[in-house]
């Protein structure tokens, strides 16, 4: 994440002379007026490239504006600069219409053609972190904005190591408690009773960050919730506790009421600094705090998804057995099937040969390990989603 600028020819540079081009010296605000390139001199500046057709723009688009509106309250000479991927000239006026902060004018195509090349922009949104006199900073804005916030600022590599240093003091330091408890609260919600957050101290707990407007949510949800159950049944040491992603109240309100598990009190704030600290970057997200109030591991949806209840207590020593084991009942899968949802004939593989984490074209849901892939067209499913074609063509 900390990429610092190389030695690349792109690492130098005089900001005015990045930002303007042969007879254009201004950039454009949102209202469409001209503001001098030289009013940005002196200031760190986000060269920001997106676009209004793609969703992940828009969302980070919000996020932006909330860390560069706080920047600009404390008076940090921050600045940002939109390089417009859009598609015509009226989308980028309606998306740059959303922002507070200046633009390279639609029509230099020239110049936006130069930026993305200078700084080698391969997707969006993408956000390169410019020093007051235009030396490259980072490459990875998207990631550092998600992650810090307005605490970023302003970039240097010697602020990032700070953040890196004091989250690493926070999680080593980390406690359930800690962790739970904002603002003074010291319960979580089970079903209308206030339940002392001390009483799950010394237990294994899974933060399930979760939202009910979205699908791949309840669809995990419900498969956690079996597991849950048979579970508790076994052992008492193991709790889920909700953190709620839901855009309201009513929402968190209907979502917690379909689980059997207790919650975090909604609350919008708290739920951003837990996803911030533990890098949350898409839900439904299973992060498991050991018996000890340390994270064991920020992968409960994968674990889940892959081992069910036996992923149970998810220490090291229990996730290798269960690798091992796997290995060894891999050893008997056939090498190449035909799967019955897929035209062409899968293969099996491991994280170590092509497989990696992957989606699971049947069931959606995430998974890593051993799967069976189609090497032609990348169709990738679990193992326990195969339905086998058998030799005489019946379907198994
Ligand atoms: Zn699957
Ligand atoms: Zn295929």
């Given at each position: 994440?900390?990429?610092?600028?190389?030695?690349?020819?792109?690492?130098?540079?005089?900001?005015?002379?990045?930002?303007?081009?042969?007879?254009?010296?201004?950039?454009?605000?949102?209202?469409?007026?001209?503001?001098?390139?030289?009013?940005?001199?002196?200031?760190?500046?986000?060269?920001?490239?997106?676009?209004?057709?793609?969703?992940?723009?828009?969302?980070?688009?919000?996020?932006?504006?909330?860390?560069?509106?706080?920047?600009?309250?404390?008076?940090?000479?921050?600045?940002?600069?939109?390089?417009?991927?859009?598609?015509?000239?009226?989308?980028?006026?309606?998306?740059?219409?959303?922002?507070?902060?200046?633009?390279?004018?639609?029509?230099?195509?020239?110049?936006?053609?130069?930026?993305?090349?200078?700084?080698?922009?391969?997707?969006?949104?993408?956000?390169?972190?410019?020093?007051?006199?235009?030396?490259?900073?980072?490459?990875?804005?998207?990631?550092?904005?998600?992650?810090?916030?307005?605490?970023?600022?302003?970039?240097?590599?010697?602020?990032?190591?700070?953040?890196?240093?004091?989250?690493?003091?926070?999680?080593?330091?980390?406690?359930?408690?800690?962790?739970?408890?904002?603002?003074?609260?010291?319960?979580?919600?089970?079903?209308?009773?206030?339940?002392?957050?001390?009483?799950?101290?010394?237990?294994?707990?899974?933060?399930l960050f979760s939202a009910q407007s979205y699908p791949p949510c309840a669809k995990f949800t419900s498969r956690l919730a079996s597991i849950y159950k048979n579970l508790k049944e076994k052992h008492d040491r193991f709790e889920i506790v909700f953190v709620s992603v839901d855009k309201d109240e009513s929402s968190y309100s209907q979502c917690f009421s379909e689980m059997p598990w207790i919650a975090l009190p909604y609350n919008m704030e708290s739920t951003k600094l837990l996803s911030r600290y533990f890098n949350i970057q898409g839900i439904p997200a299973l992060v498991i705090i050991g018996p000890d109030g340390k994270t064991l591991t920020k992968e409960g949806r994968n674990l889940i998804n892959l081992y069910m209840e036996m992923a149970y207590p998810f220490t090291e020593e229990?996730?290798?057995?269960?690798?091992?084991?796997?290995?060894?009942?891999?050893?008997?899968?056939?090498?190449?099937?035909?799967?019955?949802?897929?035209?062409?004939?899968?293969?099996?593989?491991?994280?170590?040969?092509?497989?990696?984490?992957?989606?699971?074209?049947?069931?959606?849901?995430?998974?890593?390990?051993?799967?069976?892939?189609?090497?032609?067209?990348?169709?990738?499913?679990?193992?326990?989603?195969?339905?086998?074609?058998?030799?005489?063509?019946?379907?198994?």
């Open positions: 994440m900390n990429s610092a600028a190389s030695s690349s020819d792109a690492s130098g540079g005089n900001l005015s002379s990045i930002l303007s081009s042969g007879n254009r010296d201004f950039l454009i605000s949102p209202s469409g007026d001209k503001v001098s390139v030289e009013e940005l001199e002196g200031k760190t500046i986000g060269l920001y490239f997106g676009a209004n057709w793609y969703a992940k723009c828009e969302k980070f688009n919000l996020l932006l504006a909330e860390v560069y509106l706080k920047l600009k309250e404390q008076g940090a000479g921050f600045e940002v600069v939109f390089v417009s991927c859009d598609e015509d000239q009226s989308s980028f006026e309606q998306f740059h219409g959303t922002m507070p902060w200046v633009a390279i004018p639609f029509a230099d195509l020239q110049s936006k053609k130069f930026l993305n090349q200078r700084y080698g922009i391969e997707g969006i949104p993408s956000l390169v972190i410019l020093s007051p006199t235009g030396q490259l900073l980072q490459t990875e804005g998207v990631e550092l904005i998600h992650h810090y916030g307005s605490r970023a600022f302003p970039f240097t590599p010697t602020r990032i190591s700070e953040l890196v240093a004091e989250e690493k003091a926070d999680h080593d330091s980390q406690t359930l408690e800690k962790l739970l408890a904002t603002t003074g609260r010291d319960f979580v919600i089970d079903h209308g009773k206030e339940v002392p957050i001390s009483n799950f101290v010394g237990k294994t707990i899974g933060l229990r996730l290798k057995l269960l690798r091992e084991k796997m290995d060894e009942e891999a050893k008997s899968y056939p090498r190449s099937l035909s799967h019955e949802g897929h035209r062409h004939a899968l293969n099996l593989v491991s994280e170590n040969s092509g497989g990696g984490p992957y989606i699971c074209c049947e069931c959606e849901e995430q998974g890593f390990g051993w799967a069976y892939q189609c090497l032609r067209c990348g169709y990738e499913i679990h193992r326990k989603c195969v339905r086998e074609v058998e030799e005489n063509g019946s379907l198994g």
